[in-house]
């Protein structure tokens, strides 16, 4: 079945109505901290105060005679026992050597690295008591000097003895001489210094771990806010505790948010889990929001410069960016992935540059680790393509539009001279929907309308791209992957024609119980209802690689449709025997089997009962049963799409930004639930205008404090920042699933900060403001016109 003959199935494109919703808004979901083990202890963590220190000793007497307290864990307790918190990822240099890659201790053994680096563990009876009990808890530091600027970081005082410079790698992609060779004929050549501001996940649902453990079978049980559980499992057992995989079994129960911060092996959840076996009894953690801000992976974090060559008429022919990006004090799981092969190789855009060289220069600094954040690697790409596109445009005096349309590809496939290849587009169609949907026809007459109200007003364009579902495993393995980037799934049919499904994707707000529920009614012709989705738990799903890269819907739900077609194969062969016809005469449509050319027909239900009833056909032919196991490894990543359009209004005399209007229109290929999509798109805008006018993670040159650790500073959007967003949909069905999904969780964070800060300068243009940096705060933009003024 095609993609296109997929999409006329139904269920397919109907807004159903989430089936997880009623346990989320009436209180019953169940979320790790809901978790209670028996004889359950609770652990908290002794933090480092400082960005840079050695441990000259960590005093835990007086901790350890407190009440209630069961036992207080050092680093020293842990050396030799257990192995670091290892990198998903293995990036080289151009000379082929690897990347630098110091030990992440579990806790601290010599020295701490940032402010919040795991000291100690206390575990006590009651929450109250550890947390008392860390109080104790005397920790002496010899301060060292911190290393936060990048800029400078080579000639500071090093972090890690294996990065005497901190430096941890070069990368590089491109043909650089001839992009220097096209750079020598340009007829006008476009540059650009920008920085994407540090981001800090704030999910709904901190981090949290409890883990117990059974003496009589010597296995352990994991319950943790994760993505992607099996991967957790993986790193926990493998590459730390040296553990025999199959005796932790891990459970990711419901999770409130993720964002990417939530798929990494940290270090809280192999502390637990040891300590379960050495004390005998359960240890629960659950982050404070305090902690969260200072010890979950951040996102973001580049320096770049990039430039444009361009002939007469505006026409791309080549791009040269530079990029450092801060990586923080360790390496977490798939750090070194995100500045580099999802980043560089999303350089192309939309467009047909023929040429494009980049480098990236990885650096160590006393911050907090950065990671994957909603996007990872593309959102950063996108903001460089998309912020000089519209540099050029308006240096060549054409309009922000017009540039784009002018290079546009056209023609698919399309090799971009980064690696990847596009399979399908139309980013024509996607222009033109946005610019009616946006009325951009009448933005002259809302600039006048702003003008004499004393405002400014500006338009912003954005036409990205991403590439989602990470594929395939061969070739992301030759890129350094340290892992499969497959997907698995179970269909079990029961004896009355219901069906349970296991998935190795995991589902922590985007409505896989409902999506991939009407994947299944639409492929077997039942209703959605009979249709149950379980996920997130080690011991009852096979393998799979869970949720990240908006992959769930092209990995998982096609793993999904080819056990499906191993189950319409078996079960045509029951229905041949019932009806005496031959496999080949089998026809399945709507939920029933028929004989071509007859009016013989019988229900799925039917052959469902005989399968598990097997009186009407021969066992020595068939198994009874009608499960089935499947696993897709992707040929190619699929590559959603879309333009956005933003409008602003600026007040000069306060600086403060107003997002006025905002046009959404993406290709994400077949849609199965568009409510879902819009839910999600939503959601990403959200957080892309987020950063791109309020969110800043910063820390203090000197001290290297996090100097937003709350929202007392650390901005989080509202409802109220933002208009009524108006959203299109293109479908081009991507060519290589049989879906024809592309994905589409985070386009809105991908597309939108360019859009934004674009359509501010446009407002400031007048005022001779040129440029600005994330987020375009009420501050720095009337610092930008009192400079310009000046």
């Not at 030799?80 to 293995?90: I, N, R, Y």
């Not at 901190?206 to 994991?222: H, I, K, T």
């Not at 092969?341 to 650096?363: N, S």
């Given at each position: 079945m095609g993609a296109n003959d997929f999409a006329k199935l139904p269920h397919i494109g109907e807004s159903m109505k989430r089936k997880e919703d009623e346990r989320f808004l009436t209180g019953v979901g169940q979320y790790t901290d809901d978790i209670h083990q028996a004889n359950q202890k609770y652990?908290?963590?002794?933090?480092?105060?400082?960005?840079?220190a050695a441990l000259k000793s960590v005093d835990v007497g007086a901790a350890e005679k407190m009440p209630g307290v069961v036992k207080v864990f050092t680093g020293k307790d842990m050396e030799g026992k257990m192995g670091g918190l290892p990198c998903g990822w293995l990036i080289s240099n151009p000379d082929g050597s690897p990347m630098k890659e110091p030990p992440h201790p579990i806790l601290a053994n010599t020295k701490v690295r940032y402010v919040g680096d795991h000291v100690a563990m206390v575990v006590a009876d009651t929450l109250q008591q550890a947390k008392d009990a860390a109080e104790a808890v005397e920790v002496d530091y010899d301060v060292l000097d911190a290393v936060i600027d990048m800029r400078t970081a080579r000639n500071g005082p090093a972090l890690h003895d294996e990065a005497p410079d901190n430096h941890c790698y070069k990368w590089t992609l491109g043909d650089k001489a001839a992009v220097d060779e096209a750079f020598a004929r340009a007829a006008h050549v476009t540059k650009l210094d920008i920085t994407n501001n540090r981001l800090i996940p704030n999910a709904m649902e901190p981090r949290a771990a409890n883990a117990s453990y059974n003496r009589a079978s010597d296995e352990y049980v994991l319950y943790v806010a994760n993505q992607n559980p099996h991967v957790e499992r993986l790193l926990l057992t493998a590459f730390v505790l040296q553990l025999p995989e199959h005796k932790v079994r891990v459970i990711a129960p419901d999770v409130g948010g993720g964002f990417g911060s939530k798929i990494f092996l940290y270090a809280e959840d192999v502390a637990v889990t040891w300590a379960a076996r050495q004390l005998n009894c359960a240890v629960k953690w659950t982050a404070e929001r305090s902690e969260s801000f200072v010890s979950d992976a951040h996102g973001r974090d580049h320096i770049t410069h990039a430039e444009m060559a361009m002939d007469k008429d505006g026409k791309f022919l080549?791009?040269?960016?530079?990029?450092?990006a801060n990586l923080g004090s360790y390496l977490s799981t798939f750090a070194s992935s995100v500045p580099t092969i999802l980043y560089g190789t999303l350089l192309a855009g939309q467009y047909t540059a023929p040429q494009i060289y980049v480098e990236v220069d990885g650096w160590f600094t006393s911050t907090a680790p950065v990671d994957a954040y909603r996007g990872a690697g593309r959102p950063e790409a996108t903001y460089v393509v998309e912020r000089l596109a519209t540099?050029?445009?308006?240096?060549?005096?054409?309009?922000?539009d017009e540039i784009r349309k002018r290079n546009f590809i056209t023609s698919f496939p399309y090799q971009t001279p980064v690696a990847l290849q596009y399979d399908i587009g139309d980013y024509h169609a996607c222009m033109d929907q946005a610019q009616e949907l946006a009325d951009v026809k009448g933005f002259e007459a809302r600039r006048t309308a702003s003008e004499a109200k004393g405002l400014k007003r500006g338009i912003g364009y954005s036409s990205y791209i991403e590439a989602c579902g990470l594929a395939p495993s061969n070739i992301a393995g030759a890129l350094g992957a340290r892992a499969g980037l497959f997907e698995a799934g179970e269909v079990r049919v029961h004896p009355t024609g219901?069906?349970?499904?296991?998935?190795?994707?995991?589902?922590?707000?985007?409505?896989?119980?409902?999506?991939?529920?009407?994947?299944?009614?639409?492929?077997?012709?039942?209703?959605?209802?009979?249709?149950?989705?379980?996920?997130?738990d080690t011991g009852r799903v096979p393998f799979g690689m869970g949720t990240y890269g908006s992959r769930s819907l092209s990995v998982g739900g096609t793993a999904i449709m080819k056990a499906i077609d191993k189950i319409e194969a078996k079960a045509k062969k029951i229905a041949a025997h019932l009806m005496e016809a031959s496999d080949a005469d089998i026809e399945f449509s709507g939920g029933e089997f028929s004989v071509k050319g007859t009016d013989k027909k019988i229900p799925f239900a039917q052959v469902a009962l005989t399968a598990y009833v097997p009186h009407n056909y021969p066992l020595d032919k068939l198994e009874p049963g009608l499960n089935e196991t499947a696993f897709y490894d992707p040929t190619n990543f699929t590559y959603p799409a879309g333009t956005y359009i933003c409008e602003v209004e600026v007040d000069p005399a306060t600086g403060v930004v107003r997002v006025d209007r905002f046009t959404a229109v993406d290709d994400f290929g077949v849609i199965i639930n568009p409510m879902i999509v819009?839910?999600?798109?939503?959601?990403g805008l959200v957080?892309?205008?987020?950063?791109?006018?309020?969110?800043?993670?910063?820390?203090?040159?000197?001290?290297?404090?996090?100097?937003t650790g709350s929202y007392m500073d650390y901005t989080m959007p509202r409802a109220a920042d933002f208009p009524e967003f108006r959203l299109g949909h293109v479908c081009t069905p991507c060519t290589h699933n049989p879906i024809g999904s592309k994905g589409c969780g985070e386009a809105g964070a991908i597309g939108s900060p360019p859009a934004v800060i674009n359509a501010v300068l446009d407002a400031l243009k007048p005022l001779g403001v040129t440029e600005l940096d994330m987020p375009a705060t009420p501050h720095r933009v009337w610092q930008a016109i009192q400079s310009a003024q000046a």
């Amino acid at each position: 079945m095609g993609a296109n003959d997929f999409a006329k199935l139904p269920h397919i494109g109907e807004s159903m109505k989430r089936k997880e919703d009623e346990r989320f808004l009436t209180g019953v979901g169940q979320y790790t901290d809901d978790i209670h083990q028996a004889n359950q202890k609770y652990a908290v963590f002794v933090r480092s105060p400082h960005a840079h220190a050695a441990l000259k000793s960590v005093d835990v007497g007086a901790a350890e005679k407190m009440p209630g307290v069961v036992k207080v864990f050092t680093g020293k307790d842990m050396e030799g026992k257990m192995g670091g918190l290892p990198c998903g990822w293995l990036i080289s240099n151009p000379d082929g050597s690897p990347m630098k890659e110091p030990p992440h201790p579990i806790l601290a053994n010599t020295k701490v690295r940032y402010v919040g680096d795991h000291v100690a563990m206390v575990v006590a009876d009651t929450l109250q008591q550890a947390k008392d009990a860390a109080e104790a808890v005397e920790v002496d530091y010899d301060v060292l000097d911190a290393v936060i600027d990048m800029r400078t970081a080579r000639n500071g005082p090093a972090l890690h003895d294996e990065a005497p410079d901190n430096h941890c790698y070069k990368w590089t992609l491109g043909d650089k001489a001839a992009v220097d060779e096209a750079f020598a004929r340009a007829a006008h050549v476009t540059k650009l210094d920008i920085t994407n501001n540090r981001l800090i996940p704030n999910a709904m649902e901190p981090r949290a771990a409890n883990a117990s453990y059974n003496r009589a079978s010597d296995e352990y049980v994991l319950y943790v806010a994760n993505q992607n559980p099996h991967v957790e499992r993986l790193l926990l057992t493998a590459f730390v505790l040296q553990l025999p995989e199959h005796k932790v079994r891990v459970i990711a129960p419901d999770v409130g948010g993720g964002f990417g911060s939530k798929i990494f092996l940290y270090a809280e959840d192999v502390a637990v889990t040891w300590a379960a076996r050495q004390l005998n009894c359960a240890v629960k953690w659950t982050a404070e929001r305090s902690e969260s801000f200072v010890s979950d992976a951040h996102g973001r974090d580049h320096i770049t410069h990039a430039e444009m060559a361009m002939d007469k008429d505006g026409k791309f022919l080549a791009m040269r960016v530079h990029t450092d990006a801060n990586l923080g004090s360790y390496l977490s799981t798939f750090a070194s992935s995100v500045p580099t092969i999802l980043y560089g190789t999303l350089l192309a855009g939309q467009y047909t540059a023929p040429q494009i060289y980049v480098e990236v220069d990885g650096w160590f600094t006393s911050t907090a680790p950065v990671d994957a954040y909603r996007g990872a690697g593309r959102p950063e790409a996108t903001y460089v393509v998309e912020r000089l596109a519209t540099r050029c445009a308006w240096e060549l005096g054409l309009s922000q539009d017009e540039i784009r349309k002018r290079n546009f590809i056209t023609s698919f496939p399309y090799q971009t001279p980064v690696a990847l290849q596009y399979d399908i587009g139309d980013y024509h169609a996607c222009m033109d929907q946005a610019q009616e949907l946006a009325d951009v026809k009448g933005f002259e007459a809302r600039r006048t309308a702003s003008e004499a109200k004393g405002l400014k007003r500006g338009i912003g364009y954005s036409s990205y791209i991403e590439a989602c579902g990470l594929a395939p495993s061969n070739i992301a393995g030759a890129l350094g992957a340290r892992a499969g980037l497959f997907e698995a799934g179970e269909v079990r049919v029961h004896p009355t024609g219901s069906v349970t499904v296991f998935t190795g994707s995991h589902s922590h707000g985007q409505g896989h119980e409902t999506t991939f529920a009407q994947l299944v009614a639409a492929r077997l012709g039942i209703d959605p209802s009979q249709v149950d989705i379980v996920h997130g738990d080690t011991g009852r799903v096979p393998f799979g690689m869970g949720t990240y890269g908006s992959r769930s819907l092209s990995v998982g739900g096609t793993a999904i449709m080819k056990a499906i077609d191993k189950i319409e194969a078996k079960a045509k062969k029951i229905a041949a025997h019932l009806m005496e016809a031959s496999d080949a005469d089998i026809e399945f449509s709507g939920g029933e089997f028929s004989v071509k050319g007859t009016d013989k027909k019988i229900p799925f239900a039917q052959v469902a009962l005989t399968a598990y009833v097997p009186h009407n056909y021969p066992l020595d032919k068939l198994e009874p049963g009608l499960n089935e196991t499947a696993f897709y490894d992707p040929t190619n990543f699929t590559y959603p799409a879309g333009t956005y359009i933003c409008e602003v209004e600026v007040d000069p005399a306060t600086g403060v930004v107003r997002v006025d209007r905002f046009t959404a229109v993406d290709d994400f290929g077949v849609i199965i639930n568009p409510m879902i999509v819009e839910g999600q798109v939503h959601g990403g805008l959200v957080q892309g205008i987020g950063q791109a006018l309020l969110e800043h993670g910063v820390y203090d040159p000197e001290s290297g404090q996090l100097l937003t650790g709350s929202y007392m500073d650390y901005t989080m959007p509202r409802a109220a920042d933002f208009p009524e967003f108006r959203l299109g949909h293109v479908c081009t069905p991507c060519t290589h699933n049989p879906i024809g999904s592309k994905g589409c969780g985070e386009a809105g964070a991908i597309g939108s900060p360019p859009a934004v800060i674009n359509a501010v300068l446009d407002a400031l243009k007048p005022l001779g403001v040129t440029e600005l940096d994330m987020p375009a705060t009420p501050h720095r933009v009337w610092q930008a016109i009192q400079s310009a003024q000046a």
